[in-house]
């Protein structure tokens, strides 16, 4: 049958289409900007008809109708990693969060993580009848080989990306087509602190290395801190509008990347319409899944890899705290480690831990003498690298607890070194 007429078949309304779902399901989401957003509404809408069915995604955008109180008791979310419309679900108790690296995700589907239906957003199919998940390639192409059940929203406005990203009409399950715009997401206001750590990042940043970077206001200012340099690369779990100028402006060409030349490699994106107009059929962006993307073996195969990651606190060894203040869980662990794995197996390759000095408006310090108690250390004392503030850098790595301290305190808001000085005193003198 032509790829056309299947198309039309399996043509259906949303409402028809999450009738495949059956108490007891397992239903996985794709995430971030690829987020369903007729299926969230959706399921909120008809949640009395279903029962026991657990649903999996990471961060998504929009309102995350099916995580409000409308679906207690009829639908679980599971996920790793939580976000500002996940965190009162799971925080009370109506939802559930698991530890996991993001690379291993494709892996636990089917296993770990239930994956009877999966629900994705598309483009529409192009001339040979395939359809791109465009902006959220990561775990969805895991989902749709390891469901029983596959349905897409086919969105008009979903950028259409290269790479591992194609699923052909005939594996579909169900076809609601849409036109809606992309969630976005604005980019984070840089101020002079964000400027100042922009610029010691920049530091460490050779002409010729490959990056790694995630979004908010700290990459996008290192990211303008970064004009003056040259034959940049990327490859990154994600990226944002940040990156567009550079690219447009040849800084970002990829000429010396050691793997995938002239290829911006990455496994989601989120922004504005800004950088969803530059992906869309650019050969310039290749989205990969994250069990690739994510791999340290991978990420090491690229010369100068500079990956920078953020994080709540970090104590004088040199522990991270990312994901959780104390026991409260509020993100997740993502990528970071990974990446920090990645750039210590690359030639020539930096990893940054780059943060504020403070948090609460200035009221605490994010270096502190230990973590909050119950704390997730994220990223090892064995693997730190860098850290960098507005007040400086300080290279961990091979340096002994008595320096890490040290270098930690130099780079502390002036206001709390005098309670670190005295830790420091108490514990090494």
């Known amino acids: 049958m032509d790829w056309k007429e299947q198309y039309n078949e399996k043509c259906t309304s949303i409402e028809e289409a999450i009738k495949s779902i059956h108490d007891g399901d397992g239903v996985v989401l794709s995430e971030s900007a690829g987020i369903p957003r ?4 959706a399921l909120a809408q ?11 995604h990471m961060l998504s955008l929009g309102e995350g109708e099916s995580k409000g109180s409308i679906g207690y008791g009829h639908f679980r979310h599971l996920t790793n990693f939580l976000a500002a419309n996940s965190r009162e679900h799971i925080w009370s108790g109506h939802g559930d969060f698991f530890p996991a690296y993001f690379k291993d995700i494709p892996s636990m589907l089917g296993k770990d993580i239930p994956c009877d239906v999966a629900i994705l957003t598309t483009t529409r199919p192009n ?3 395939y359809l791109s998940v465009g902006v959220s390639c ?3 192409m895991a989902a749709s080989k390891k469901a029983k059940t596959l349905i897409v929203e086919a969105n008009a406005q979903m950028p259409f990306t290269y790479g591992d990203t194609l699923i052909h009409v005939s594996e579909v399950t169900h076809i609601v087509e849409c036109d809606y715009p992309v969630p976005e997401l604005q980019p984070a206001k840089i101020g002079p602190v964000e400027q100042a750590i922009g610029r010691n990042c920049a530091q460490l940043v050779d002409d010729g290395s490959t990056l790694q970077l995630g979004i908010g206001a700290i990459p996008d200012a290192v990211l303008a801190a970064l004009k003056d340099k040259h034959d940049l690369g990327v490859h990154t779990e994600m990226f944002s509008d940040g990156v567009v100028d550079l690219a447009r402006a040849g800084v970002i060409n990829g000429s010396r990347k050691t793997l995938h030349p002239g290829k911006m490699v990455a496994t989601f994106l989120m922004g504005t319409k800004k950088l969803y107009d530059f992906v869309n059929n650019n050969p310039m962006v290749e989205m990969q899944p994250v069990d690739y993307v994510n791999d340290p073996y991978v990420i090491g195969r690229n010369d100068n890899m500079v990956a920078i990651n953020s994080c709540i606190e970090i104590d004088l060894q040199g522990q991270v705290a990312a994901e959780s203040m104390g026991l409260k869980q509020y993100s997740g662990t993502g990528g970071q480690v990974d990446y920090v794995r990645g750039a210590a197996l690359s030639r020539g390759g930096k990893s940054i831990i780059a943060m504020p000095s403070t948090a609460a408006r200035g009221k605490v310090s994010r270096i502190v003498p230990f973590l909050q108690p119950g704390a997730a250390v994220t990223t090892s004392r064995n693997d730190i690298d860098y850290v960098v503030t507005e007040y400086g850098i300080a290279h961990l790595r091979g340096h002994s607890l008595r320096e890490r301290a040290l270098a930690l305190i130099a780079i502390a808001h002036p206001l709390f070194q005098p309670m670190l000085q005295e830790e420091f005193q108490q514990r090494f003198c």
Do not use: K, Q, S
């Open 127 to 129: 001339n040979e009848g």
């Open 46 to 56: 008809h949640a009395d008809e279903f029962h026991n069915v657990t649903i999996y």
């Open 38 to 41: 007729l299926t969230e509404v």
């Open 138 to 140: 990561d775990y969805a």
